[in-house]
Nanobody, 126 residues
Framework: QLVQSGGGMVQGGGSLRLSCTAEGFRLDIYDVGWFRQAPGKEREGLSSISHRDGSTFYTDSVKGRFTISRDRDKNTVYLQMNNLKPEDTAVYYC?????????????????????WGQGTRVTVSS
């Protein structure tokens, strides 16, 4: 299973780091993506990282502010979030596809993923 940590409340302009750790399996053989879902909105794909070459994708709304990374020794993928804005308030999820490699066409599609973390809430105040 994927276990998330991090999140919480922060003022606008602040930073948070989310963690996604695999328990019971090696996360370094899977691509990993991050999503968020704000109240009343659909789940939004934010970023992904390849297990093969570490290549990354970012949606425009977080590009330049969020950074996805992987620590293979800790079996963990991170989402560093800087310059947070009130509109970043949401529940954040990490996810991994069982068999697919992610690309620019599918990394934002929840249907491409099979394993999901439990979600962690991020609240950004103005």
């Amino acid at each position: 299973q994927l276990v998330q940590s991090g999140g919480g409340m922060v003022q606008g302009g602040g930073s948070l780091r989310l963690s996604c750790t695999a328990e019971g399996f090696r996360l370094d053989i899977y691509d990993v993506g991050w999503f968020r879902q704000a109240p009343g909105k659909e789940r939004e794909g934010l970023s992904s990282i390849s297990h093969r070459d570490g290549s990354t994708f970012y949606t425009d709304s977080v590009k330049g502010r969020f950074t996805i990374s992987r620590d293979r020794d800790k079996n963990t993928v991170y989402l560093q979030m800087n310059n947070l804005k009130p509109e970043d308030t949401a529940v954040y999820y990490c996810a991994a596809p069982a068999f697919e490699d992610l690309n620019y066409m599918n990394y934002r599609d929840p249907e491409a993923y099979d394993y999901w973390g439990q979600g962690t809430r991020v609240t950004v105040s103005s």
